[in-house]
């Protein structure tokens, strides 16, 4: 399935989600693009729009990160074992913990009223995390990880479209599922909007502050 753009995409979204207008939820975005889906979502049910702020850490000559890092909290890929991880912790040791010092610091300058969560946030509250898409499962590791100190009332996740591995990590994860489409290979995101082009961060913010 493709969608004109991602505003679209997330009205279709809202239509399925319009059960939740009397409930205490947020709605937590897992990307930039994510927000732009999330905002239609929010003003459908009258609730707080989020940034969940990430970044990826990246060895050294690799395309595929190995992990995601949060405001308070690290999470390595499922994708990895075990061994995979105990591995790479004797070899890149140095790597990871410079790429994660400094990412951390990036993390913090972004952290504004507009973009910071605490658990009081989230706490006992419904919990619709919402992506413009699902390449992969590293966003949704780091969902798991980050919300996982906190007690919630129920956890939804939400995409346009996702492909078949992520969608299985999100059953596992997940108390209900919205998703539209599933295929089993995707090329890019992107590919799937006809406008898909992401705003700057700064732009990103003044959604959020204006769908709030």
Avoid: W
């Amino acid at each position: 399935m493709y969608y004109k753009d991602r505003p679209s995409a997330g009205k279709l979204l809202a239509d399925k989600l319009a059960g939740y207008a009397k409930q205490s939820c947020v709605v937590l975005s897992l990307s930039p693009g994510g927000v732009i889906v999330g905002a239609q979502i929010a003003m459908r049910l009258h609730c707080h729009l989020m940034l969940l702020l990430t970044e990826n850490i990246i060895l050294p000559g690799e395309y595929d990160p190995i992990g995601g890092l949060t405001a308070s909290s690290f999470s390595y890929s499922d994708d990895l074992t075990e061994a995979d991880i105990d591995e790479i912790k004797g070899e890149f040791h140095n790597v990871i913990d410079a790429q994660r010092m400094t990412k951390q610091h990036k993390l913090n300058r972004l952290i504004t009223s507009e973009t910071k969560i605490t658990p009081n946030d989230l706490r006992d509250k419904v919990i619709i995390a919402v992506s413009d898409g699902f390449m992969d499962t590293l966003p949704l590791d780091v969902l798991e990880d980050f919300i996982k100190p906190i007690r919630i009332k129920r956890l939804i996740i939400a995409a346009p479209l996702t492909n078949v591995k992520a969608l299985d990590k999100m059953h596992l994860l997940a108390d209900e599922l919205v998703v539209i489409d599933v295929r089993e290979d995707m090329i890019s995101v992107n590919h799937h909007y006809e406008e898909n082009k992401i705003p700057s961060f700064k732009d990103i913010v003044k959604i959020i502050r204006n769908t709030a």
